[in-house]
């Protein structure tokens, strides 16, 4: 098929349909009207006796009040985890150890459709994505995980890894309930106990999941989930018996967390922010490729840490795959996170929302040229249009700094070495994208960019074998796979 006209008939067809909406129904999801500190298998009222709202960002309205636990609700919990972890965690056979991460996963299972109601409606993520990506990744974290749990010995041949004891878990907004399961699959089936804070926009899932793990009896106090801002995390970090701190977030509180804990000995793992370059290949299956920027950096709203939010394309193909990107984006729907058809959700705050404006106010200042999506955004709530600039110079401020947003930096090149060197020149070393028939090219790529987790020909792609993490400001230590057990080790 001609491909000129092939494109032109797809954009009529595209800008010529009206989806009729297809909302997700709230019926499968109860959420209560106030929610209390997870601590010792119990829902106890915080100390500090504060809550805050938590809204939803697509709509602005309240949701639910959640406790606000203070240092002195922090330290509660780090008791009931240490004390579960000396008497009861610790002590226990590895595969009965199992089997409560087994019964965990097949009971997310069981009310998946809830969770992902719950997650599109305090986040603002697309259902398709919670349902479809998020609550599956989840349960399959939690089953790998089980599956090494009575195997360690055979992951640590002659090493004899023992657990570091109570994890304190801090994590961050753009995933909240994989984050989560990232966390804590691992930190069980090593044998330690948890004290999690989820993000303070987003705190439902893990108090579902408190839920769920109270119903699964798990020991009373092996984990721990108490809600909170910036101030409790920070009591976390600052508990003296809490032997390891994970954290995912902005790489701003990264620092502050490496400088809080020097001089201890509490093990760190950070997982910060991205500013990840997804190159194209003048070689690359195009249409496939426009796809792969489109999940790159509009998937979840850019709100990924390893978001391909630098694209970099050869000289050769730029005007192709600009037209073809521009027409992609003009058939993005963005809107109503719940409505099914959606592609493009909810910003997560006010906040980030004046985050991203704030970075395209920049872009425009610097003179880029700015190109963006002509849809009409909902009148309520905190929405962005796909967003992306040409013209982009290496030293642009669009082309340093992580926005979270579905905002795109697009620069040109010729040669490989070229793109190296320009992908290279970031404080941030997450991820990465390459697209071109060669493998060879896959492979000179992949061993000279500095990037935790490259993908070729594919983008976003996730799954708990693969270890995950970053380089430079991108943070250290590794999650998922073999590798995520070992930071929840001695060995
Ligand atoms: P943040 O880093 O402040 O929040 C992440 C988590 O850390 C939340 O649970 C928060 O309550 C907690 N926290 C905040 N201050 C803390 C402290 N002093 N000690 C311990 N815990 C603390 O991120 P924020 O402000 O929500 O987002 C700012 C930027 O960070 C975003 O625009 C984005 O660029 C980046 N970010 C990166 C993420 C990633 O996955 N790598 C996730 C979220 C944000
Ligand atoms: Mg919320």
Request: proline residues 5%; charged residues 25%; contains cysteine.
């Amino acid at each position: 098929m001609a491909k000129a006209a092939k494109n032109n008939t797809l954009k009529l067809k595209f800008d010529t349909i009206n989806y009729a909406p297809a909302p997700e129904s709230k019926s499968s999801a109860t959420i209560d009207a106030q929610y209390d500190l997870f601590i010792n298998g119990k829902f106890e009222k915080p100390l500090s006796k504060k809550y805050f709202d938590t809204i939803n960002p697509a709509t602005e309205e309240k949701l639910s009040s959640v406790a606000e636990a203070n240092a002195a609700d922090v330290d509660k919990a780090a008791k009931a985890a240490r004390t579960a972890y000396d008497k009861v965690w610790s002590k226990m056979p590895a595969k009965e150890r199992a089997k409560y991460i087994y019964r965990i996963a097949r009971m997310i299972q069981e009310r998946a459709r809830e969770f992902a109601v719950i997650e599109t409606l305090d986040g603002g993520k697309p259902i398709r994505e919670s349902r479809d990506i998020d609550v599956p990744l989840v349960a399959n974290h939690f089953f790998y995980y089980a599956g090494w749990a009575d195997k360690l010995a055979y992951a640590f041949p002659n090493r004899n890894p023992k657990p570091l004891g109570v994890a304190g878990q801090i994590i961050p907004w753009n995933f909240p309930l994989l984050m989560a399961a990232w966390k804590i699959a691992p930190a069980l089936a090593t044998g330690n106990t948890v004290v999690l804070k989820p993000a303070e926009t987003t705190p439902l899932t893990a108090l579902k999941l408190a839920e769920i793990i109270q119903e699964s009896d798990l020991p009373p106090g092996v984990v721990n989930i108490i809600t909170g801002a910036g101030a409790t995390g920070a009591a976390i970090v600052n508990h003296p018996d809490i032997n390891k701190i994970a954290f995912t977030g902005s790489t701003d509180v990264g620092k502050i967390i490496q400088r809080a804990v020097a001089g201890t000995d509490k093990k760190v793992t950070l997982e910060l922010g991205g500013k990840a370059a997804n190159i194209i290949f003048e070689d690359a299956p195009i249409d496939q490729a426009v796809e792969g920027i489109i999940n790159g950096i509009y998937f979840n709203q850019g709100h990924v840490c390893c978001a391909g939010s630098r694209l970099f394309v050869q000289e050769s193909i730029y005007k192709e795959v600009m037209r073809k990107l521009k027409d992609r984006i003009a058939t993005l729907i963005v809107g109503d996170p719940m409505d099914k058809n959606t592609d493009v959700g909810a910003i997560n705050s006010k906040q980030q929302l004046e985050t991203i404006h704030k970075y395209i106010t920049i872009g425009k200042k610097e003179g880029l040229e700015i190109f963006e999506s002509s849809c009409t955004l909902p009148k309520k709530g905190f929405f962005c249009k796909p967003t992306l600039f040409t013209n982009v110079a290496q030293s642009s401020r669009i082309a340093q700094e992580e926005i979270f947003g579905p905002v795109l930096a697009i620069q040109t090149f010729r040669t490989d070495d070229e793109v190296i060197e320009k992908a290279n020149n970031t404080p941030y070393g997450l991820s990465a994208g390459v697209w071109t028939d060669k493998g060879s090219k896959i492979f000179n790529l992949t061993t000279k960019l500095r990037a935790g987790v490259i993908w070729a020909n594919t983008y976003n792609k996730f799954d708990p074998t693969s270890p995950f993490g970053g380089y430079k400001e991108s943070g250290f230590g590794r999650e998922g796979g073999l590798q995520g057990l070992g930071t929840y080790l001695n060995v």
